[in-house]
T-cell receptor, first 116, second 112 residues
């Protein structure tokens, strides 16, 4: 069974440009999460999809970030325009719907974003 | 609010040494506690978890006990191997919420 897939694995862009990150969750997983780790600090929650709906987007830093999950399958996270402080590792995770808080999350290997 | 504090690294050990990585937390409610590990070039993997006070999570020789009285969840291993070199993240998830709150991560380097 394929795991959570993220691409690109690395992206280097200039300040002001646009970047789109993609996450393919494990097939059949309705829950999809985005997290990011900036500058070696803690990993912070960005948002949570249940199927195509945004369940919780309280962690989105500002309106330069747009997450979508059309059709409830893969998700994209667009940063437009990118700023220097957006550099970091963006992780995606997915899980099955179980109704339990402690359902196991499966993480992708992350996208390393560098904004120059 | 909810937060996790873990010891800064890197932690550098020789093979077969004893490992402790400290983790304390602040939470409203009664959280579940987790240790995740990120090996070089890979994604985060759940290492172990504990869901209530005095529970001990264990996996691959690693252990951590949920201590409510000290709000701690320290990670231990009796004899580390070179292959344990990775970044370890302590995390909590509050009941009724589906998002993890992570610490800053601790890099472990084990030399032969």
């Amino acid at each position: 069974e394929a795991g959570v897939t993220q691409f690109p694995s690395h992206s280097v862009i200039e300040k002001g440009q646009t970047v789109t990150l993609r996450c393919d969750p494990i097939s059949g997983h309705d829950n999809l999460y985005w997290y990011r780790r900036v500058m070696g600090k803690e990993i912070k929650f960005l948002l949570h999809f249940v199927k195509e709906s945004k369940q919780d987007e309280s962690g989105m830093p500002n309106n330069r970030f747009l997450a979508e999950r059309t059709g409830g399958t893969y998700s994209t996270l667009k940063v437009q325009p990118a700023e220097l402080e957006d550099s970091g590792v963006y992780f995606c995770a997915s899980s099955q719907v179980s109704g339990e808080t402690n359902e196991k999350l499966f993480f992708g290997s992350g996208t390393q974003l560098s904004v120059l | 609010g909810n937060s996790v504090t873990q010891m800064e690294g890197p932690v550098t050990l020789s093979e077969e040494a004893f490992l402790t990585i400290n983790c304390t937390y602040t939470a409203t409610g009664y959280p579940s506690l987790f240790w995740y590990v990120q090996y070089p070039g890979e994604g985060l993997q759940l290492l172990l978890k504990a869901t209530k006070a005095d529970d001990k999570g264990s996996n691959k020789g690693f252990e951590a006990t949920y201590r409510k009285e000290t709000t701690s969840f320290h990670l231990e291993k009796g004899s580390v191997q070179v292959s344990d070199s990775a970044v370890y993240f302590c995390a909590l998830m509050n009941t009724g919420f589906q998002k993890l709150v992570f610490g800053t991560g601790t890099r472990l380097l084990v030399s032969p």
